[in-house]
């Protein structure tokens, strides 16, 4: 009985920090606006392509039974059930409110890590058999900035709609295995620094049952030149499959334009095929 109550309050406390949410900024390869596209704008694809990656700098562990409630905008930990009873590992670490997050909001794994000039690594905590880890290379920050990155599969609603729209989901070849996004909590627009032979992003992604597909690719959310949100293909792909489990995709260079507004959220997905 005691047992049962305690659950309750647990997902009640969640579904409150879930009902607090409520935007996205990110370049075009073809030089589109950075200005964040509006969650009603038409879709359009780019060619197949497709990918995603803990810091434990400011990492924030499961709270008891006892502890103080979650401020707003603090990542939350999930029980051992997750979202909507499904299985996943004790203690996810969410931030599936607004801020962190703005427009769409994802629900799997989060992680709030400091970004310096010099780069900063990052590992997400296990989110339907998937986990993303990797690293940010160097950038024009004068100072530290915070980031917020989370992930999430679009199955079983962890993905919010905005405005009454769903997301756009990333159409092209094989099967997307997951969406990220990050977002810049700092007041400068991150931007890469290319440095001879040092990845701008690196991500490795590995699924604890099976990958479908020998390659993956990446991609990113952009806004097209009249303000339709248009699917982007990172540069560098396809990259293999290793056992059947574990993909790593690192980037030597990205799309013109290329950065990280503050305050704005930018968004990734990882394709897989044969």
């Known amino acids: 009985m005691r047992q049962s109550m305690l659950r309750a309050c647990i997902v009640t406390t969640v579904a409150l920090a879930l ?3 409520s935007g996205m900024g990110m370049p075009s390869s073809t030089g589109g606006s950075m200005v964040p596209p509006s969650a009603g704008a038409p879709v359009q694809q780019a060619e197949p392509g497709a990918p ?10 499961q709270q008891d039974e006892t502890s103080a409630p979650t401020p707003d905008g603090a990542p939350v930990s999930l029980g051992k059930d997750g979202l909507a009873g499904l299985s996943q590992p004790l203690a996810v670490t969410t931030c599936a409110t607004s801020p962190p997050q703005y427009q769409w909001i994802f629900k799997g794994a989060c992680q709030k890590f400091t970004l310096k000039a010099t780069g900063a690594s990052f590992s997400l905590q296990e989110w339907h058999n998937i986990t993303v880890k990797g690293s940010i290379g160097a950038n024009n920050l004068k100072g530290p900035a915070t980031v917020y990155l989370a992930d999430a599969t679009d ?3 962890d ?3 905005y405005k009454g729209k769903a997301f756009d989901k990333y159409k092209a070849e094989g099967t997307t295995i997951i969406y990220a996004v990050a977002v810049n909590q700092g007041k400068t627009a991150i931007k890469p620094v290319v440095q ?3 990845p701008i992003l690196q991500y490795i992604i590995t699924d604890t049952k099976t990958i479908p597909g020998s390659r993956c690719g990446a991609a990113v959310l952009t806004t097209g030149h009249k303000g339709s949100l248009q699917w982007a293909t990172l540069p560098g792909g396809p990259f293999p499959v290793k056992n059947g489990k574990t993909v790593t995709i690192t980037q030597y260079a990205v799309p013109r334009n290329f950065e990280l507004p503050p305050k704005m959220a930018l968004y990734f997905a990882v394709n897989c095929f044969k």
Not at 52 to 61: C, L, P, S, V
């Open 196 to 198: 001879h032979n040092k």
């Open 19 to 21: 009902a607090a949410c």
């Open 52 to 61: 995603m990656q803990r810091d434990e700098t400011n990492g924030r562990m």
């Open 159 to 161: 993905i919010e709609t």
């Open 155 to 157: 199955a079983s609603g």
